[in-house]
């Protein structure tokens, strides 16, 4: 059996407790060295680990659906929910694990984190992400359209080719007023979080991968 588990947005003490329990009795464990560097205060300490980078991810997924055929139970982790920006992964579960049913575990997102502190609620506003593969123009012109209606918007950039200083700058070039309100959070929860509040006009700093905006069409005073 696989698991995909949402671990939180960084700070270890915000994950799922069923996460966490997961983690404790799973054989193996797997994620990004990154996200498991994240978790591992709550793993097995006689799990296999399987890490992973975007280079050899196949691979190392094909390890743990190998493990999985074998009876062990295995814990993949993301970064945050995977309903809010993992389904490629999801895919990469299917097809390079050759596991149709994974059980999925939410976790917080850094969206919910950057929605909090923004006192922006999902009911009114809009989230898209640009991490993913391929053509990206429709959900650069959804997310116009959706500023010109009057919401929020929740944004996941692309790195490096489409980051917080470049979705400014689109959208200063398609029309949206240089005086609309912007935050960007890099690191949510992490102890280097940091985080920017000006206008999109202003937006010219540079983040690192694990950044998320939220664009409000209300001009910042």
């Known amino acids: 059996m696989i698991y995909a588990v949402g671990i939180g947005p960084g700070d270890p003490d915000m ?6 329990l997961l983690l404790k009795e799973a054989d193996v464990i797997s994620g990004f060295e ?3 560097r994240l978790a591992d205060k709550h793993f097995n300490p006689n799990a296999i680990q ?6 050899n991810q196949s691979e190392k997924l094909g390890e743990v659906g190998l493990y999985s055929r074998e009876g062990k139970k295995c814990v993949v982790c ?7 920006s993992g389904y490629e992964y999801l895919d990469r579960i299917h097809t390079d694990c050759q596991e149709p049913n994974p059980i999925i575990i939410p976790g917080i997102s850094s969206a919910q984190m950057a929605a909090s502190k923004t006192l922006t609620a999902f009911e009114t506003s809009v989230f898209l992400t640009f991490h993913k593969r391929g053509d990206i123009s429709e959900d650069k012109e ?4 959706s500023l010109k209606q009057g919401k929020v918007a929740i944004v996941i950039p692309l790195p ?13 070039d398609r029309g949206i007023s240089n005086n609309t309100r912007v935050n960007v959070f890099e690191h949510l929860t992490w102890p280097e979080e940091k985080s920017y509040s000006g206008t999109l006009a202003e937006c010219k700093e540079k983040f690192s991968d694990v ?7 209300q001009t910042s005073s």
């Open 142 to 145: 959804f997310l116009v359209s």
């Open 50 to 55: 399987v890490s992973m980078g975007y280079k």
């Open 34 to 36: 990154t996200v498991l």
């Open 15 to 20: 994950m799922p407790y069923k996460t966490v």
């Open 78 to 84: 993301f970064m945050g929910d995977i309903n809010f």
């Open 211 to 217: 950044s998320i905006m939220v664009i409000s069409p």
């Open 160 to 172: 490096w080719d489409f980051m917080p200083a470049e979705i400014s700058q689109f959208l200063l």
